[in-house]
Every structure is written in C-alpha cells, then in structure tokens.
C-alpha cells in the first residue's frame, strides 16, 4: 500500500484543501494520511473565516501519523497559514521524506491564507515546489519572463519549480519544470473549457502520490499533469 500524508486545511465547500487531496489520492491507488492546519469555512464564492490549528496541535498530528504503519512515501503540503505552523511542520518531518509544497498564499475564492514570506525552510526543504504564475511573483520577489522569476526562486535554494499554466492563455496548458541543473521541462495538454477550484491541490497531490510510488520527478510531474487533466475532463 502506497501511502502519502497530505498537510492542509479544510475546506466546507468541498471543492479544495484536504477533501481534493484525498480524492485525487484515491484515483492512483494512494491511502492519505490527513493532518489539518486549519478549518476554513469556505463556498465556492467566498472564504467566510479561517480557523488555525495550534502549532503543537499541527506538529503531533504529524508525529503520529509518521508512527502509523505503513510509513508515508511522500509528504504534499497544501494550506498553513502561518509560519509558526510552517515551522512546527518543518521540525515535524524526518529528513529524506520528499516533500511536495503547494504554496497556498490565497483561496481561489477569494482571501488571504499565507504571507509569502512565511514558508521558511520548508519552501528549501522541498522536493518540488508548484506556484502558479501569480504566487510565482510573490515568491520570487523578481519581475520579468517565468524563467527568470523561477530562477530567482531557484536561487533561493528551491530544489525544483512546477509553474502552474493553468492562468495563462492560448489553446495549450503548459506547466514549465524548472530544475537547478537549468532544465526546463514544459509538460503541455489541450485547455479545456472548464474552471475548478482544487486544481493546485489535484496536481500537487498527484505527484506526491507518483514520487511516493518511485517516479523520479520529471516523470511524477508529467504523470501528475495527466492526472488532472483527466480529472477536469470528466
């Protein structure tokens, strides 16, 4: 059994944060251990109010889910809300346990759920981190093209950057995997005439999920791309 554990919040509209994470888990055969940062009350128009999870509370639901066997394969982190829960995550989580982060600054329903600053060493501990375009120029703290916002948060000590095509425009939705080795990756699929809130979270999970079951990461983040698009297909 290929088990990930998946770091967010709640979501009462359903559409993102924990609820997506398990459901795309669930599509590639993944088991989510699920700790919760925070409960949002959210519909899909509107966040109405975020209710943090103590720190000490965050950290000992992580604890105990690395001491439930199976151990997890991955680590997707999604909603924090604050950096003191970013660090009690941080100290929380073994070394070596790839980590997938989904830099969460705002819901796509509106509100603010995280400084940019406030990720920490988290943000450099991960495996892979996956910004849109707007949180991209949040993180980077550059102007210009995506490569050169990527290369700053390269520069940053980021191990790898997914940026998410999703917002831009034309007939094709290409990510762009950017490694510090200066590879860069596009992963294209047909835009489809849909919007879903969770797709951050889908495609973060997903290659959680795939990097748990031994991807290495240009293929995760490829198998992952497909993975959401069959998902708004449906």
């Given amino acids: 059994m290929t088990v990930i554990l998946a770091i967010g919040g709640t979501d009462s509209s359903g559409g993102a944060g924990l609820t997506r994470d398990t459901a795309m888990a669930a599509e590639l055969a993944v088991t989510v251990r699920p700790v919760v940062t925070a409960v949002t009350v959210q519909t899909d128009a509107a966040v109405l109010g975020v209710h943090p999870c103590p720190p000490?509370?965050?950290?000992?639901?992580?604890?105990?889910?690395?001491?439930?066997?199976p151990a997890p394969g991955a680590v997707k982190i999604g909603m924090l809300g604050s950096a003191e829960a970013a660090e009690a995550v941080d100290l929380a989580l073994p070394a070596g346990l790839p980590i997938v982060l989904d830099p969460v600054l705002k819901a796509s329903s509106g509100g603010t759920l995280m400084d940019a600053d406030g990720f920490g060493a988290l943000l450099r501990r991960a495996a892979l981190v996956?910004?849109?375009?707007?949180?991209?120029e949040v993180l980077a703290g550059a102007g210009g093209p995506v490569e050169v916002k990527a290369a700053a948060l390269l520069a940053q000590g980021v191990q790898a950057v997914l940026v998410k095509g999703g917002h831009g425009t034309g007939t094709k939705s290409t990510d762009l995997l950017f490694t510090p080795d200066g590879a860069v990756i596009p992963l294209a699929a047909q835009r489809l005439p849909v919007?879903?809130?969770?797709?951050?979270?889908?495609?973060?999970?997903?290659?959680?999920?795939?990097?748990?079951?031994?991807?290495?990461?240009?293929?995760?983040?490829?198998?992952?791309?497909?993975a959401v698009h069959r998902w708004l297909r449906r």
């Fill in 130 to 136: 996956t910004p849109n375009l707007a949180e991209l």
């Fill in 195 to 226: 919007s879903k809130r969770g797709t951050g979270c889908s495609l973060a999970t997903a290659a959680a999920c795939h990097l748990a079951q031994g991807a290495a990461l240009p293929d995760a983040c490829s198998k992952a791309k497909r």
């Fill in 56 to 69: 000490t509370t965050v950290a000992d639901q992580v604890r105990a889910a690395l001491a439930t066997a």
